[in-house]
């Protein structure tokens, strides 16, 4: 298999994550691409029209994006149940659909900074993808704790990805005030060794 990968991409650390946790890292052989909305890589195209990273090419079928497709697709093919097989699948689906939104806010305000010419740039719009972030914080700090504390599944990983990629791009903003059990949650969490591997670079 072959990931089209980028070091710095919080929804491909999701996929490197899994593949850490669940002893596929040897199967893949990383493809790094440089890819933005204003400028895709040509490349990427063929395996994702969407012209986005992370992207799998896989021998039995056609290349497989987005990346909870393809972290559902590796746990299946590992045999893993981060998904839960039983119980508790609806509750993990919809935490890392939560987590995915934190993600998608937090790029939409990295795009903002870095490919909006200056002088078209909204603050509004910069505080109103930081609002639901904010809020999103909120409700993982009273509402999912027990779940967070559980056995690992992929909500977990997901919800650490995106706190992490806060912390990359947006650390000034501060999430953990008012997040205490969130933020001890996410201390622990962010030691595991397939945290600390997957780490994007200082940029």
Same mark, same amino acid.
């Given at each position: 298999m072959k990931l089209a990968y980028s070091p710095t991409s919080p929804y491909v650390r999701k996929v490197m994550v899994l593949l850490h946790e669940t002893g596929q890292l040897d199967d893949v052989a990383l493809d790094e691409r440089v890819t933005t909305p #204003?400028? %895709?890589?040509?490349? &990427? #195209?063929?395996?994702?029209? #969407?012209?986005?990273?992370? $992207?799998?090419? /896989?021998?039995?079928? %056609?290349? &497989? @994006?987005?990346? /909870?497709?393809?972290? $559902? @697709? &590796?746990?299946?093919?590992?045999?893993?149940? *981060? @998904?839960? /097989?039983?119980?508790?699948?609806?509750?993990? *689906?919809? *935490?890392? $659909?939560?987590?995915?939104g934190i993600l998608d806010a937090a790029l939409l305000m990295t795009y903002e900074a870095r490919l909006r010419p200056e002088d078209k740039r909204m603050e509004t719009w910069v505080d109103g993808q930081w609002d639901k972030i904010a809020r999103t914080c909120a409700a993982l700090n009273t509402r999912w704790m027990s779940h967070l504390s559980g056995p690992l599944d992929m909500g977990q990983i997901a919800v650490g990805c995106a706190l992490g990629y806060i912390d990359f791009r947006h650390d000034a903003y501060g999430w953990r005030r008012g997040n205490d059990a969130l933020a001890a949650w996410f201390e622990t969490f962010d030691s595991r060794d397939a945290m600390r591997q997957t780490r994007p670079p200082v940029a």
């Open positions: #204003l400028a %895709p890589d040509d490349a &990427l #195209l063929p395996n994702n029209p #969407l012209g986005k990273v992370p $992207a799998l090419e /896989r021998a039995e079928g %056609p290349a &497989l @994006y987005d990346s /909870r497709v393809i972290c $559902a @697709y &590796l746990n299946d093919r590992a045999g893993a149940n *981060l @998904y839960g /097989r039983n119980k508790g699948h609806w509750d993990i *689906l919809t *935490l890392e $659909a939560t987590a995915d």
